[in-house]
């Protein structure tokens, strides 16, 4: 066979994962053929800037000796420990507060990478493309969109949560060293400090907002808005904070986009709506046969109890009801989907998402038990009295250990509307399949 017949049979057949062939004129072959064309031309692009971009550092390199205290500028770190008083502890106070705004800064740059990923959309280029393989027959077809449609970003993401979930505990440890005072040394310099307040710190702040907590939520400062204590630059940047998608948006939506919600589909809703109905008839006919009748009203109230619990969830204005109420933070279609990520957290597709979500829990947990040590530590410092930055000290630091000051506090409350693994409704042997795929949601 000649090379232009050799290059003319190969345009007439697409070969799937599987080995497959489909002929040219064929949706799914036509198609994915497009897609993998426009693929390797960003590959090909994407090599030549990498190559570009490492022989420009490598020449960087050599007009210049890199050292350890050079490239950390080490001096410069350590000329920053500045004390206003000739106390000995206060060093050590300057020291631990900057090493936390050195983690709070790395906690910010890795939680910009985890909302860049959520954030990624479908070129619109390339939507009908992959559709169109979705909407084919074939299998392999169907799968490819799936896969493509959701970025198989996860293991990054995961990666990046799991190192923030890492610093927090540092920072949680990192307590106990601030502890080695006593409340005399810090007495003895505190006076210096003037209004300086952790309450100042802006990163912090922009911590709190880009995760997701509320304006109307917090407390206020001295009576004040906790933007007051900022000017200038730093005021503009926290207000601007306030304004950009924060985590727990980006993780609504993408809980929403679930696999298995669609109403057309496996329609996961109806099926749990059926067998929690199951389940609370389990239970009242478990207190019918009781021959106790304090078992028989107590199973009953049971069962009433649990009645409500699962309405709240399953009937929408309920459930947005408490949305207003500020009781719960998710919409109605995330929170099925992460009880569906929870319920059928063994299947391979969801193991990742339930990674995930769990990493958020502990982000969660973490960041409220430093504040819950950064509290008792101002007890044991200074009991009751006024911080430096005029707050009410104690009580107002107790109060955003709250609810109030949670985010992800509906992924805590999941585990309220769990049923007994009998009662899960079995999968479909085609949702069985779409979820066995390796992929994930993104």
Known sequence: MSEIEGNQATAEIAVNSNQELHP?????????????????????????????EEQ??????????????????????????????????????????????LWFRQILY???????????????????????????????????????????NMLVIIMRLNRIVRILQLMVDQVMVLE??????????????????????VQFRLLENKLGIKKDNRIQYAGVDYKEVFEGDHRKEVEKSENKPTVLQLVDHWLSRTPGLEENGFNFWRRFAFAVTDFLNSLEQQAKKSTDQSSKEELLREREKLFDTFESILVREKHEELVNQGVRRLSYKAMQGALMISLYSDVPRFSQPYQFLQLLMDLESLLTKWRYNHVLLVQ???????????????????????????????????????????????????????????????
Do not use: W
């Open 380 to 442: 044991r410092m200074i009991g009751s009295k006024a911080g430096t930055g005029g707050s009410s000290g104690y009580q107002y630091l107790r109060s955003t250990v709250s609810d109030r000051y949670k985010v992800f506090n509906d992924l805590f409350n999941l585990s309220t509307f769990l049923i007994p693994r009998e009662y899960i409704p079995p999968l479909t042997r085609s949702m069985a399949k779409r979820l066995s795929v390796g992929n994930t949601l993104m």
């Open 180 to 201: 080695t005072m006593s409340p005399l040394d810090f007495r003895a310099f505190r006076d210096y400090l003037g209004t300086s307040s952790g309450f100042q710190s």
């Open 56 to 101: 420009s550092s490598r020449r960087h390199m050599k007009k210049k000796s890199i050292t350890y205290t050079n490239y950390l500028q080490v001096d410069k770190l350590l000329e920053i420990q500045e004390p206003l008083s000739p106390i000995h502890d206060e060093h050590l106070f300057i020291v631990v507060h900057q090493v936390y705004e």
């Open 110 to 152: 890795e939680l910009d990478s985890v909302c860049e990923l959520l954030n990624i959309e479908v070129n619109e280029s390339q939507t009908d493309i992959v559709m169109n393989l979705y909407n084919s027959r074939s299998n392999h077809a169907q799968s490819f969109a799936d896969q493509y449609v959701n970025e198989n």
């Open 24 to 52: 040219v004129g064929s949706p799914a072959a036509s198609n994915l053929e497009s897609l993998i064309n426009r693929l390797k031309v960003t590959t090909s692009k994407q090599d030549v800037e990498d190559d570009e």
